[in-house]
């Protein structure tokens, strides 16, 4: 039997600590699919090696290294965040203490109802809103770039944040677990050609996040208090009271999952597609 040290110990632990760490950012950013990804090439490497596809690990061998630096490269700003937010860690608490160890659920009958009251309300009145709805994919970089809220969702939370003039206003909110996790964050907007010229940066900006996530976003306009969803890459505008508790009400029956890949997009009723 091999002799463990207190050097073994220690390294142990430091090494269980950073692979930790490195795990808990890749579940905060668009790491995690990619991550995913990877493990499905790792497979299929051992899948290629115990038959002997010698010519597909031969391929494997001379792309690893390109594989690595296009790696860093393509997440060079998350990679920076990321030192960024060790620096500021508190090791002993971050280790001991963990607020958000259990899964809770996306999205319940009370967010929705408080949503769509909020969203007719600002209709009414043409308040210009963009609310982003997080599913599997994490949204951290993209909270990361707003100001910290952790609050329940209410109608007077939401209808106060995106009131004119006021400092929250501009920007979107994004939304976590039954709770307004941050405010003012800026989203990526979408490239394509094809959506109607007239839509503005919100409208713009909510296809562009559904196009890296699997997220839901509702938008207000500004202009003419149309409510609009967002999912999938897909813009569903014009959309009534009905309609919009259809598409809220799929995140937690999981049909929101089937539409994003085209099955069952056409039984959530009302609204035009873009």
Avoid at 249 to 269: D, H, V, Y
Wanted: one cysteine or more.
């Amino acid at each position: 039997m091999p002799q463990i040290t207190i050097t073994d110990i220690l390294e142990i632990i430091i090494l269980s600590y950073l692979i930790y760490i490195v795990i808990l950012w890749i579940k905060k950013t668009r790491a995690w699919t990619v991550f995913k990804g990877l493990v499905v090439i790792v497979i299929f490497m051992g899948f290629a090696a115990v038959f002997k596809l010698n010519t597909i690990l031969w391929l494997f061998r001379n792309m690893i290294n390109v594989g690595i630096l296009a790696v860093i490269i393509l997440f060079q700003p998350e990679l920076r965040r990321a030192l960024e937010e060790l620096g500021k860690k508190n090791i002993i608490s971050d280790v001991l203490i963990r607020s958000d160890s259990t899964k809770k659920e996306r999205v319940n009958d009370n967010t929705i109802q408080e949503l769509i009251s909020a969203a007719t309300f600002m209709s009414k009145n043409k308040t210009g809103a963009l609310i982003v709805i997080e599913q599997n994919v994490p949204l951290g970089e993209y909270e990361a770039t707003g100001i910290n809220i952790d609050a329940a969702v209410s109608r007077q939370l939401v209808e106060n944040i995106f009131e004119h003039n006021t400092p929250l206003h501009d920007g979107a909110v994004i939304i976590r677990n039954n709770r307004v996790v941050s405010a003012t964050c800026y989203l990526p907007l979408t490239g394509r050609n094809d959506l109607n010229k007239d839509l503005g940066t919100r409208h713009r900006a909510a296809v562009g996040i559904s196009e890296v996530s699997d997220s839901m976003t509702l938008v207000v306009s500004e202009e003419n208090g149309q409510i609009s969803i967002a999912y999938g890459g897909t813009l569903y505008s014009n959309l009534d009271v009905e309609s919009l508790r259809n598409h809220l009400t799929s995140l937690q029956s999981g049909k929101s999952e089937k539409n994003k890949k085209g099955r069952k997009a056409k039984r959530i009723k009302g609204g035009k597609k873009q």
